[in-house]
């Protein structure tokens, strides 16, 4: 599978830091734990354009029954919680190496529904949601201004891991002639190399402790998302309609004749979406490029 090849990285980093410890203990130069958390911001990219195609669509339908939307679509490119933890080792007082872990979900419901003249209903649910993960390497550098205040930069890169959901419910009921739902269940995960780096400042407390305020950027994107999707159509009459894919993720956009127009959609498949009626098929694209925004503490032990 493609993805091994991200393991024999993973083994070389291990084995990297394993060395690096045991000449710190030999030179007595010691190492320190990171702890922090703060705020920070995704581009979800095609998961947005997925959710404000789904939207463009309520609009039209709307439009053609001269009815009204209620609600809308919340995007993922909103601030949201970051935490993390690096382990650094130390070289001299000015250098260190950091392993870190850090961990960014996402997670976004949109309500929309429709009515006309009390005679018929349409409503549904979108729910995506993102867990991201990193496993980076950084060289850290730091430089004293005073002997309690330290500025530092710590550029890298890593490897992030991205497991997405994307679930959909829809119903509609025309009062005496039809009567459905439609659920959508997608699961899938991709993993990928980045980069990140950071301008941080420390303050010492102590001999053992600092506190520090950092401000940080990364730069990945994912294009191999692999998983699963499950449709099932219900009707009122009891008709069932239950089908799973499994492959690749892919992004496109499809022509609804009765609409006049283009929506964004999503399919599982090892094979990319063809026909007449669809356009700008590629792989599904995550970007995880943002920045943040952390503060915490350092323990030097």
């Not at 890169?157 to 739902?181: F, H, Q």
Request: hydrophobic share 40%.
């Amino acid at each position: 599978m493609k993805k091994e090849r991200y393991v024999y990285p993973i083994i070389l980093i291990a084995l990297f830091l394993l060395a690096a410890s045991a000449q710190a203990d030999d030179l007595g130069l010691g190492f320190s734990f990171k702890v922090g958390g703060g705020i920070s911001q995704v581009r979800a990219r095609d998961l947005n354009a997925y959710g404000e195609g789904y939207e463009n669509h309520f609009d039209d339908i709307a439009a053609s029954w001269l009815s009204s939307k209620e609600g809308e679509f919340n995007d993922l490119n909103t601030l949201g919680g970051e935490v993390g933890i690096d382990v650094l080792f130390n070289f001299t007082e000015n250098f260190a190496i950091g392993f870190g872990f850090g961990n960014f979900p996402r997670k976004s419901q949109s309500d929309f529904s429709l009515q006309e003249e009390g005679v018929i209903s349409f409503t549904a649910i979108l729910d995506p949601r993102i867990s991201n993960s990193s496993l980076t390497l950084s060289l850290y550098y730091f430089y004293p201004f005073t002997s309690n205040l330290r500025v530092y930069i710590n550029p890298g890169a890593g490897l992030y891991l991205s497991k997405m959901a994307l679930n959909t419910n829809s119903e509609y009921d025309e009062t005496g002639v039809l009567s459905y739902s439609e659920t959508v269940e997608l699961s899938t995960n991709d993993l990928a190399f980045g980069f990140q780096g950071g301008l941080g400042m420390e303050v010492t407390v102590g001999g053992y402790m600092g506190l520090f305020i950092e401000a940080s950027g990364r730069y990945c994107k994912l294009k191999s998302y692999r998983g699963r999707l499950k449709y099932t159509f219900l009707s009122s009459e009891g008709a069932v309609v239950a089908r799973t894919s499994s492959g690749d993720l892919w992004y496109f956009e499809k022509y609804n004749p009765s609409l006049a127009n283009w929506y964004s959609q999503v399919q599982v498949s090892e094979e990319a979406p063809v026909g007449s009626d669809i356009r700008n098929a590629r792989a599904f694209t995550a970007d995880l490029s943002g920045f943040s925004i952390k503060i915490g503490i350092r323990l030097k032990l």
